[in-house]
């Protein structure tokens, strides 16, 4: 699909660089707990490291994600915030056991991350977020040094208003056991009333609609981009996962006082892998793409408020 259309490739590796593997991931709502969980029926499993044909995969996975802030400090005269968050996540996805020797897929991912993330204001509209995030993406199968993934950077962020801001800075990662140096871009839109938009690059774009107080419809397009430290016996050296989704989809939600409620569902229209060896020399080499085709999957999730709104 991406070599039949490049300019859909040219905004996946745009969306590669934007979302730095990971380290600026959206945050979970302050002192909220989120549990989702995805399911995608059998699809077919194309796999071009190797010889493999007519296999299929069963994706099942479950999120869970925790943000609370450790301190918020404002300069009464000057109005500048100092504030520092915690995040911590994880994912967990089985793919069902391999077919054969040759299937490279892994039949479980595991990837945890704890992040600190320090906000402090440089003038009126002006804002420097520092990030620092260390996670386990492993397959659960060996454990060492490769399986850490160290990663973090700096962002200049400008709050136009309180429905529209963007940023711009660099990031650091280690995931393929090297360190690289990237751009990174942010960009927030969004607007309020019955109608909602948003713009929350590089994670989301949708639309809702606001039923009642109590229930939401919303239309999202999401990215996700996250990089893991696998075995294979067939290829030994090709030891670092890079998984790529692109869903879309509609979701309802029902809202309470502490809890929210969302079940949905949509298309996956991409969810591709690439093997890679370690070192920068080879970050930026062509490799094969696996690919589960397209297919629809259903999603369910609860969130709960320790504090109420």
Do not use: C
Not at 140 to 147: A, S, W, Y
């Amino acid at each position: 699909m991406l070599k039949k259309n490049p300019l859909l490739k040219s905004i996946l590796i745009l969306l590669l660089i934007l979302s730095g593997a990971g380290v600026f991931a959206q945050l979970t709502p302050v002192n909220t707990i989120d549990i989702n969980t995805t399911y995608v029926p059998e699809s077919k499993y194309r796999q071009k490291d190797g010889t493999l044909q007519n296999t299929e995969k069963t994706q099942k996975r479950i999120d869970l994600g925790y943000s609370f802030m450790i301190s918020s400090k404002v300069d009464t005269s000057t109005r500048k915030i100092d504030s520092w968050t915690a995040m911590i996540d994880a994912s967990y996805t089985q793919m069902g056991k391999p077919s054969n020797a040759h299937d490279l897929m892994p039949n479980r991912l595991l990837s945890t991350q704890f992040a600190l993330v320090n906000y402090h204001s440089i003038g009126k509209k002006w804002g420097m977020v520092k990030v620092i995030q260390l996670g386990l993406n492993t397959d659960l199968r060996k454990f060492d040094i490769h399986d850490l993934f160290l990663s973090g950077g700096l962002l200049f962020i400008k709050n136009q208003s309180s429905r529209f801001s963007f940023g711009f800075g660099v990031f650091v990662a280690n995931a393929t056991n090297a360190p690289l140096v990237l751009p990174a871009v942010v960009f927030q839109l969004r607007t309020d009333g019955k109608f909602k938009f948003n713009i929350d690059l590089p994670t989301e774009v949708s639309t809702a609609y606001e039923m009642s107080k109590k229930m939401e419809l919303k239309l999202a397009l999401r990215f996700r981009n996250l990089s893991y430290d696998v075995e294979n016996k067939a290829n030994p050296k090709k030891r670092y996962l890079n998984y790529l989704e692109l869903p879309l989809g509609l979701e309802g939600k029902w809202k309470s006082k502490r809890f929210d409620f969302t079940l949905g569902g949509g298309y996956m229209f991409i969810r591709d892998f690439q093997l890679k060896e370690g070192g920068i020399k080879n970050m930026f080499k062509d490799v094969p793409t696996n690919k589960l085709n397209g297919n629809i999957y259903v999603n369910a999730g609860i969130s709960y408020r320790l504090k109420s709104k």
